[in-house]
C-alpha cells in the first residue's frame, strides 16, 4: 500500500474518474471505468472487510435512488440502461461514494457534525453538478430530499465510526 497522503490522492482520483465517467460516459463506458476505479481500490488500497461498505452502499443506492426515481424524482434520457426506473450510470455512484468512506474522508467522521453539513451540502451539489452535465432533470423536491438524506447519512456513519473507533 502506498504511504498515507499518496493513497488518499489516488483513492480521491479514482472516486472523480469514475464520477466524471458514470455522468459523462453514461451505464457501459462509464460503468466500466467505475468498475476499473471499485476492483483497483479493492485490490490495492481497500481495507479488510471494507468490500462489505461498496456492497452496503449499492443496496442503499437502489433503495435511496431507485424510490426517489420511481417518485418522479429524475427525468433520464429514456435510452439510458436502467434498472427499474433508476439509471445505472447513477447506481455506480454509490460504491464509488465509499471508497472514500476509509480513506479521503476518513479525518471527517470524528466529527459527526461537520459531517453532516458536508452531506448537507456536498450530495446535492453532486446531484446538481452530475444532472446537468448528463442532461437529466430533477423535480423541484429533490435537491432538498437528498440533502436531508446526505446529512442524515453522514451523519449516522460519522456517529457510527465514531463508536466502532472508541
Keep these: 500500500m502506498p504511504p498515507r497522503w499518496q493513497a488518499s490522492l489516488l483513492n480521491v482520483a479514482g472516486f472523480q474518474l469514475g464520477w466524471f ?28 472487510g471494507e468490500w462489505r461498505w461498496l456492497l452496503g452502499f449499492l443496496l442503499a443506492g437502489v433503495v435511496i ?14 435510452q439510458s440502461p436502467s434498472l427499474g426506473p433508476l439509471a445505472l450510470w447513477l447506481l455506480w455512484l454509490w460504491p464509488l461514494f465509499a471508497t472514500l468512506i476509509h480513506h479521503s474522508l476518513e ?13 448537507l451540502i456536498g450530495g446535492p451539489s453532486s446531484y446538481l453538478g452530475g444532472a ?13 430530499t437528498q440533502a436531508l ?18
Excluded at 435512488?65 to 429514456?78: E, I
Excluded at 479525518?107 to 452531506?119: D, I, M, N, V
Excluded at 446537468?132 to 432538498?144: C, M, N, Q, S, T
Excluded at 438524506?149 to 472508541?166: D, H
Design 107 to 119: 479525518w471527517l467522521w470524528a466529527r459527526p457534525w461537520l459531517a453532516a453539513l458536508g452531506g
Design 149 to 166: 438524506i446526505w446529512a442524515s447519512l453522514c451523519l449516522v456513519i460519522g456517529i457510527g465510526l465514531r463508536r466502532r473507533s472508541g
Design 21 to 48: 465517467g458514470c455522468v459523462l460516459m453514461g451505464a457501459w463506458a462509464g460503468g466500466a471505468i467505475a468498475l476499473a476505479v471499485i476492483v483497483a481500490h479493492l485490490r490495492w488500497l481497500a481495507k479488510p
Design 65 to 78: 435512488d431507485g424510490s426517489l426515481a420511481a417518485l418522479g424524482g429524475y427525468r433520464f434520457d429514456p
Design 132 to 144: 446537468a452535465l448528463a442532461g437529466v432533470e430533477l423535480a423541484d423536491w429533490l435537491l432538498p
